[in-house]
C-alpha cells in the first residue's frame, strides 16, 4: 500500500509541480540557450532502484566535459568549470527541477535517496549500496548535505574528503531513511526540503527525527586537514 500511494503522490506532485513552475523553467531554458555553451540539459547515467541504470536530468550548469576536469563528479565552491548562470541555477537548487521528468516516468521519487553515479555507487561497501527505493529528488542525505560543496572546498584533499568522511555519513542517512520510511516521514522530508530553501539551520531536522544519526562534520572536517596538512 505505501509504494502505490507513494508512486501517486509522486505522479499528482510533480505534475502539480511543473504546471506551477512553468513560466520559471522556461525563463531557465532561455537563458541557457543564450549563454554559456548552449545547452539547456545536462543528461548523467545514475543507479537507481534494483541497480536499474537511467539517465538524471538536470539543468546544465557545467562545461560539456566537466567530469573529465578538475576534481572529475566532485563540484567545488566557485569550480571553473560552472557557468555564471550555473553557478546561481545549483547555489539555488533550481538546476534539479528537471528531475520531475525522471519522477513522472518513473524513474525516481519526490523523496529517496539520491542517485549516484555507477563509480560512487559501488565505492560503498555492499551491505549499504542502496537497492530497496527509488532514488529521489530529495532525501535526509540531500538536507544534511545542502552545503556538501562548501565542505569539500575546504578540504586539504577533497576526493579523500568526501570518500573518508562525507560517503560514510551519507550512507548512514540513507539507511537510517530505508529503515523509517513512510509517507509521514516523506512529507515530512518534503517540508523541511522548503524550509531548507530558507534557512541554512539543519537542527530543525534532528529536532523532527530524533534517530537520525549526527556527525560534526565541521570536526571531521578540522581534524581531516590537521591530518593531511
Given at each position: ?121 559501488y565505492s560503498f561497501l555492499e551491505a549499504i549500496q542502496i537497492y530497496d527505493s527509488y532514488p529521489g529528488l ?9 552545503d556538501e560543496e562548501d565542505y569539500i572546498s575546504r578540504a586539504k584533499d577533497p576526493k579523500l574528503f568526501y ?35 530558507i534557512s541554512k539551520n539543519n537542527d530543525m531536522m534532528f529536532k523532527v527525527f530524533k534517530t537520525l544519526p ?16
Amino acid at each position: 500500500m505505501y509504494h502505490i500511494c507513494k508512486r501517486a503522490f509522486d505522479i499528482f506532485s510533480s505534475m502539480i509541480a511543473m504546471l506551477l513552475l512553468s513560466p520559471v523553467l522556461l525563463v531557465i531554458c532561455l537563458i541557457l540557450l543564450l549563454t554559456g555553451e548552449h545547452e539547456v540539459f545536462y543528461f548523467q547515467e545514475r543507479i537507481g532502484y534494483k541497480g536499474k541504470k537511467f539517465y538524471i536530468w538536470k539543468f546544465a550548469t557545467m562545461l560539456k566535459n566537466s567530469p573529465n576536469i578538475g576534481a572529475g563528479t566532485l563540484t567545488v565552491r566557485n569550480d571553473p568549470r560552472v557557468s555564471p548562470f550555473g553557478g546561481f541555477l545549483r547555489k539555488t537548487k533550481l538546476n534539479e527541477l528537471p528531475q520531475l521528468v525522471n519522477v513522472l516516468k518513473g524513474d525516481m521519487s519526490i523523496v529517496g535517496p539520491r542517485p549516484l553515479v555507477e563509480k560512487t555507487f559501488y565505492s560503498f561497501l555492499e551491505a549499504i549500496q542502496i537497492y530497496d527505493s527509488y532514488p529521489g529528488l530529495s532525501g535526509v542525505g540531500s538536507i544534511v548535505f545542502r552545503d556538501e560543496e562548501d565542505y569539500i572546498s575546504r578540504a586539504k584533499d577533497p576526493k579523500l574528503f568526501y570518500f573518508e568522511c562525507i560517503q560514510p555519513y551519507k550512507a548512514e542517512l540513507e539507511l537510517w531513511y530505508l529503515k523509517h520510511k513512510s509517507l509521514r516521514v516523506d512529507i515530512m522530508i518534503i517540508l523541511l526540503t522548503l524550509g531548507k530553501i530558507i534557512s541554512k539551520n539543519n537542527d530543525m531536522m534532528f529536532k523532527v527525527f530524533k534517530t537520525l544519526p549526527k556527525r560534526d562534520m565541521e570536526k571531521e572536517l578540522y581534524d581531516f586537514n590537521q591530518h593531511y596538512q
